[in-house]
């Protein structure tokens, strides 16, 4: 079946450091793909979006870079900060139409001070 | 502006039981969409409700269930409750329906079957 996936469960980063999250998809048809950012006891909140027609998009201390050769997205976070703690996610549209995701398993981002 | 709110914030209900959970959208927004986060795992799709209609469901058992009301608040309903359906419950309005469309998400609402 069709799958949003993450390579690594649980990142640990020093503060200041830049941090990389990396998501594997499956669905070579996707042409849209999200990152979203969760904190503990809070809703997913929108980080970045990417369309496929595009390698890299750039937000504020945030890159994402879409790798369509190898089904990757990852998510770069420039100098990490204490509040970029959360569960990071990939998101892609859902088969089917619509505008509903279909979420990987996440990752946790740990930042140390 | 308020942003998407889910009531109750928690709920504790008894296996067998049924579940009535609440979600406001973004004033404007149409499209709701509900989704079942288990600890420690992903988001999965639960309903898609635009304009009062429901467009689509996850790969969810039938005792869950819901609609869309006039002004596009949407109820969750889950009849027979069972353990493992206790859940983080998600609610997120987007102003379209249509793939790309920003969805906001809601603070969700705790859901544990004992």
């Known amino acids: 079946g069709e799958s949003v996936g993450l390579h690594l469960p649980t990142l640990s980063v020093q503060e200041g450091d830049n941090s990389i999250i990396n998501c594997a998809y499956s669905?070579?048809?996707?042409?849209?793909f999200i990152w979203y950012k969760q904190e503990s006891g809070k809703g997913p909140q929108f980080i970045i979006d990417?369309?496929?027609?595009?390698d890299k998009r750039q937000g504020q201390r945030v890159t994402v870079l879409l790798n369509k050769t190898v089904k990757h997205l990852s998510l770069q976070i420039a100098a990490t900060q204490p509040g970029d703690s959360a569960v990071y996610f990939c998101?892609?549209?859902?088969?089917?139409?619509?505008?509903?995701?279909?979420f990987g398993t996440g990752t946790q981002l740990k930042v140390e001070l | 502006e308020a942003g998407v709110t889910q009531s109750p914030t928690h709920l504790i209900k008894t296996r067998g039981q049924q579940a009535t959970l609440r979600c406001s959208p973004i004033s404007g927004h149409t499209s709701v969409y509900w989704y079942q986060q288990a600890l420690g795992l992903g988001l999965q799709f639960l309903l898609w409700y635009d304009e009062g209609e429901e467009r689509n469901r996850g790969n969810f058992p039938p005792r869950f269930s819901g609609r869309q009301f006039p002004n596009y608040s949407s109820e969750l309903n889950v009849n027979a409750l069972e353990l493992e359906d206790s859940a983080l419950y998600l609610c997120?309005?987007?102003?379209?329906?249509?793939?790309?469309?920003?969805?906001?998400f809601g603070q969700g609402t705790r859901l544990t079957v004992v």
């Open positions: 669905n070579s048809a996707s042409d849209y």
């Open positions: 998101a892609e549209p859902f088969t089917g139409g619509g505008n509903k995701l279909t």
């Open positions: 990417i369309r496929s027609n595009m």
């Open positions: 997120a309005s987007s102003l379209g329906d249509r793939a790309g469309t920003e969805a906001f």
